[in-house]
């Protein structure tokens, strides 16, 4: 397993990172607990969740246990003030039967919290991490025009975005924006929510990013392994390789 550095989080992450948002879809307890596990003793050590689904911050958190020192931990929450975030990250730390969050995102396409804001969002952020309940803040949205807005702001550390083959080309720059501001990425979406098939030319595509870490939203084993195993066996990147990648991207533009 490769591991790489988000930003200007410092956190030594995984390349492959685990999509915990569905874990409810897992199974039972156990069935998640394995698989988590599983993933983690194949040198996984970041994943990722949401307050919007308690459940599965609760199933993720009952899962590391015992190894909660060894991985890194994102969650999020659009909640609407201050007061609404410092109550979320309260909830996720107890349910998660931890101390802190390592990554901290605000989840939000159509408004981007600013310091000494009048709803107290950031400022509320800023507290949790000077307290140190969350180690680094980032943002979580869909929205071009917000997470250009982040990243020149200076005051977000980390930025989750969908990004794979078939996104624009000012994508591709807000992903070299990043590299130059030392912000982290996350790119959610790898297949474009179901519609690319063809793995190994999007985990290849992706790994051309060195600054890009892929979430993979993971709800079985099955998934699991296939995710690992193009991990180790990716494509080779040659011309071959640009011309499948540039007819996808002609096929569905």
């Known amino acids: 397993m490769e591991y790489v550095r988000l930003g200007r989080t410092n956190l030594m992450i995984s390349r492959v990172a685990f999509g ?8 039972d307890d ?3 607990a394995l698989l988590v596990r599983g993933a983690y003793n194949q040198g996984i050590n970041f994943f990722d969740t949401t307050r919007s689904s308690a459940d599965s911050e609760k199933l993720l958190g009952d899962a590391i246990g015992d190894i909660r020192s060894s991985v890194m931990i994102a969650s999020k929450s659009g909640a609407q003030s201050g007061a609404e ?3 979320d990250v309260e909830t996720s730390l107890n349910v998660m039967h931890t101390d802190y969050i390592d990554l901290y995102q605000y989840e939000s396409d159509s408004f981007l919290p600013q310091p000494n804001g009048a709803d107290g969002i950031y400022n509320a952020l800023r507290t949790l991490k000077d307290g140190g309940k969350i180690r ?7 929205s071009l025009d917000l997470a250009e807005s982040a990243v020149r702001s200076g005051f977000y550390d980390a930025l989750q975005f969908p990004f794979n083959i078939l996104s624009s080309d000012e994508t ?3 992903v070299k924006l990043c590299e130059e501001n030392d912000v982290g990425f996350v790119a959610m979406q790898p297949l474009c929510g179901g519609v690319l098939e063809n793995i190994p030319l999007a985990f290849g595509f992706l790994h051309e990013y060195e600054n890009v870490v892929p979430l993979w939203g993971v709800e079985n084993e099955e998934e699991l392994n296939q995710i690992l195993y193009f991990n180790e066996h990716p494509p080779v990147i040659d011309e071959k390789f640009h011309d499948d990648v540039e007819r996808l991207r002609m096929f569905f533009n």
């Not at 915990?20 to 199974?27: D, P």
């Open 85 to 87: 975030i410092l109550g």
């Open 136 to 142: 680094s803040i980032g943002l979580a949205t869909q």
């Open 172 to 174: 591709r720059q807000l």
């Open 20 to 27: 915990a948002v569905s874990l409810n879809k897992a199974g």
């Open 30 to 32: 156990e069935s998640v």
